[in-house]
């Protein structure tokens, strides 16, 4: 087993991932990226994507090795495919799930696909299970080391965050420059507070 860890930046779609990469690569870490899929309106700095990660299912692991030492972004979906023989710190990023949907939908607006017409409080079920199953999966690993970071809470109060995520990657990084990387602008999709 390799030592050194791949390092996993993992959460639903629109949970923040593309934020923590760049944050990640601000703080000064390398990022494995292809640059294929282009910052757009969605993500207007970047989407930080490896698409090989997408062949994983398929059996496609011989870029992993380039990946030791690295930060590599892979949804929640594609998680379990992580063969057992490296080590992993994995960044995983949660959000509140109706700002997700929100996002999401947005996202498709945007795109000009349409909506999938699958109500919110169903798909907010399918998620919470999918997520369920995906801790489940990662606690059972013990190649996988996990820190939990809340997307609202990066947002509102990223120090304290991303000192957690510094500590978890043996420290080192300028944690202020990651913080700066937060732009309020981005954050479109607030839950809606009710006073």
Same mark, same amino acid.
């Given at each position: 087993?390799?030592?050194?860890? /791949?390092?996993?930046?993992?959460?639903?779609?629109? @949970? #923040?991932?593309?934020?923590?990469?760049?944050?990640?690569?601000?703080?000064?870490?390398?990022?494995? *990226?292809?640059?294929?899929?282009?910052?757009?309106?969605?993500?207007?700095?970047?989407?930080?994507?490896?698409?090989?990660?997408?062949?994983?299912?398929?059996?496609?692991?011989?870029?992993?090795?380039?990946? /030791?030492?690295?930060?590599?972004?892979?949804?929640?979906?594609?998680?379990?495919?992580?063969?057992?023989?490296?080590?992993?710190?994995?960044?995983?990023?949660?959000?509140?799930?109706?700002?997700?949907?929100?996002?999401?939908?947005?996202?498709?607006?945007?795109?000009?696909? #349409?909506?999938?017409?699958?109500?919110?409080?169903?798909?907010?079920? *399918?998620?919470?299970?999918?997520?369920?199953?995906?801790?489940?999966?990662?606690?059972?690993?013990?190649?996988?080391?996990?820190?939990? /970071?809340?997307?609202? *809470?990066? /947002?509102?109060?990223?120090?304290? @965050?991303?000192?957690?995520?510094?500590?978890?990657?043996?420290?080192?990084?300028?944690?202020?420059?990651?913080?700066?990387?937060?732009?309020?602008?981005?954050?479109?999709?607030?839950?809606?507070?009710?006073?």
């Amino acid at each position: 087993m390799n030592s050194k860890p /791949v390092i996993v930046v993992s959460g639903l779609p629109r @949970s #923040g991932t593309s934020m923590m990469m760049k944050m990640l690569e601000a703080g000064g870490q390398v990022i494995l *990226t292809d640059n294929l899929r282009e910052a757009d309106g969605n993500n207007p700095k970047g989407y930080y994507e490896f698409e090989r990660v997408k062949q994983m299912k398929d059996g496609d692991l011989a870029w992993l090795p380039d990946a /030791v030492g690295k930060v590599v972004k892979i949804v929640t979906g594609l998680i379990a495919y992580l063969p057992s023989d490296y080590n992993y710190k994995v960044i995983f990023m949660r959000r509140d799930l109706k700002e997700v949907l929100s996002s999401q939908k947005k996202m498709l607006g945007r795109l000009g696909k #349409g909506d999938d017409n699958i109500p919110d409080d169903k798909m907010a079920k *399918t998620y919470e299970e999918h997520l369920k199953q995906v801790k489940g999966w990662l606690v059972r690993q013990p190649n996988i080391e996990v820190l939990y /970071v809340d997307y609202n *809470t990066m /947002v509102s109060d990223p120090l304290e @965050s991303l000192q957690k995520v510094n500590a978890l990657l043996g420290g080192g990084m300028d944690v202020q420059k990651m913080a700066s990387v937060v732009d309020q602008e981005l954050y479109r999709e607030r839950k809606q507070v009710i006073v």
